[in-house]
C-alpha cells in the first residue's frame, strides 16, 4: 500500500520528532495534539531541530551557516506539517496514523477505538508506545482494523536516531507489515522486526539497564556522574544511564516501568525488574523530568544539546 498521508498524535519528543523525519522525506504530515499550546511546543521543538539539520547539511554544500538553500528547505519541511486538535478532522484523509501520546494503555485504547470510527478503513494504525503491547492497545479497533494495526517504534532524539522497530502483533498482516517496514526506510530509518513483547528489543535491555543504574546510585555504590562516566568511558555508550534518563524523560520512564509492573504480576518479566525506586519517584514528584523541564539527575539546558553542569 502506498502512504502519503500521515497523522501524528502527541506532539511532545516523540511526536514532533516523528512528524520532522515523516515531512523532511516528502510525506505530507498532520501533527494533533489535545490543546493548541502543545502543537505550538512541537513546532518550536521541530523549527530547533530543522535548523540544526539545515546549518549541518547545507553548510557541508556551501561552506556557510544558514544560508537561503537552508532556509527554503526549512521552509518547504514545515510547510508539510499542518496541524490540528480535532482528531476526526486529522484522520480524514490519512493513510497512517503514528501514535505517540502519553504512555497509558486506557488512553490510548480509547484514542484508537475513536479513529477506527472516524479513518478510512484502509488507513494504516501504528503505536510508537515503547512498553505497552500492540494487541492491547488495538483491542478497541474492529477485527478488520487488527490486520492494519502494528508497533512502529522510534528512538529519542527521532530525527538523529536511525533505528525503527517494526512490531507485527498477533493479528497484524503481511501487506501492513511490508507497509510499515517501506514508510521508515523512507524516513531514512533502518528497520528492525520484533515481535509483540515487553519492551520489544530495545526497551528489553535499556529499561532495566537504567533502572538498575538509578538502584546502584541510590544504594550509595557509585554517584551518577562516576556511573555515567563509566559506560561511556568503559563500555563505549555514547552517553551513561542518567544522561539518558535524562534525555528519554523520568516522567516517560516511570510510566514505562509502572506499565511492566503489570506485566510482571502477569508473570511476564521478573518483578524485582520493576520493584519502586524511592529516588526516581522523588524526582518525578519535584517535576524534575529530565532535559524538558531544564532539570534531572542533572541540571540540563532545555533542548540545547548534551551539556551537563
Ligand atoms: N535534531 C537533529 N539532529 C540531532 C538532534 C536533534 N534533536 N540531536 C542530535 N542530532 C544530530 C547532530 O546534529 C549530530 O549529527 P552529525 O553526526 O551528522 O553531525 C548527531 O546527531 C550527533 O549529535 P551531537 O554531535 O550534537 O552529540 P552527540 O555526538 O553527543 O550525540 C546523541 C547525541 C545522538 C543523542 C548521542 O549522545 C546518543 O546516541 N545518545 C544515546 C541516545 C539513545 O540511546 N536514545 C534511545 C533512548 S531510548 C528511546 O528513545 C526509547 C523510548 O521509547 C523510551
Redesign the pocket.
Known amino acids: 500500500m502506498s502512504v502519503k498521508n500521515i497523522t501524528v498524535f502527541g506532539a511532545g519528543l516523540?511526536g514532533a520528532?516523528i512528524a520532522q523525519v515523516a515531512a523532511q522525506n516528502g510525506f505530507k504530515v498532520v501533527l494533533s495534539d489535545v490543546t493548541e499550546k502543545a502543537l505550538q511546543n512541537g513546532l518550536q521543538i521541530i523549527q530547533k531541530?530543522l535548523a540544526?539539520?539545515a546549518k549541518?547539511r547545507f553548510a557541508a554544500v556551501s561552506g556557510q551557516e544558514g544560508d537561503g538553500e537552508g532556509a527554503g528547505w526549512t521552509r518547504e519541511v514545515l510547510g508539510n506539517i499542518k496541524t490540528g486538535t480535532d482528531a476526526g478532522q486529522a484522520v480524514s484523509s490519512s493513510d497512517l496514523v503514528v501514535e505517540a501520546i502519553v504512555e497509558n494503555l486506557e488512553i490510548k485504547r480509547n484514542l484508537f477505538g475513536f479513529l477506527d470510527r472516524k479513518a478510512d478503513p484502509r488507513c494504516i494504525f501504528a503505536s510508537?508506545t515503547?512498553s505497552l503491547s500492540i494487541g492491547d492497545i488495538a483491542g478497541t479497533c474492529s477485527a478488520e482494523r487488527l490486520t492494519r494495526f502494528g508497533g512502529f517504534?522510534?528512538?529519542?532524539?527521532v530525527?538523529?536516531?536511525k533505528l525503527v522497530e517494526v512490531i507485527k502483533a498477533q493479528h497484524t498482516s503481511q501487506e501492513t507489515f511490508d507497509t510499515l517496514v517501506a514508510v521508515a526506510k523512507k524516513m531514512e530509518k533502518v528497520p528492525v522486526s520484533a515481535k509483540d513483547t515487553p519492551g520489544f528489543i530495545?526497551?528489553r535491555l535499556?529499561i532495566p539497564y537504567m533502572l538498575e543504574a538509578i538502584r546502584m546510585a541510590e544504594r550509595g555504590d557509585a554517584s551518577p556522574q562516576d556511573i555515567d562516566t563509566a559506560m561511556e568511558l568503559g563500555a563505549g555508550y555514547?552517553?551513561g544511564p542518567f544522561k539518558?534518563l535524562d534525555?528519554?524523560g523520568l516522567d516517560?520512564t516511570t510510566f514505562?516501568s509502572n506499565g511492566w509492573r503489570e506485566k510482571a504480576e502477569r508473570g511476564e518479566i521478573p518483578k524485582e525488574l520493576v520493584a519502586k525506586i524511592p529516588m526516581l519517584q522523588k524526582l518525578v514528584d519535584e517535576g524534575k523530568l529530565g532535559r524538558k523541564t531544564g532539570q534531572g539527575f542533572y541540571n540540563v539546558s532545555r533542548y540545547d544539546?548534551?551539556q551537563y553542569r
Open positions: 516523540m520528532g531541530s540544526r539539520v549541518k510508537n515503547s517504534h522510534f528512538f529519542n532524539p530525527p538523529a536516531m530495545t526497551g535499556l555514547p552517553m539518558l534525555l528519554v516517560t514505562i544539546g548534551p
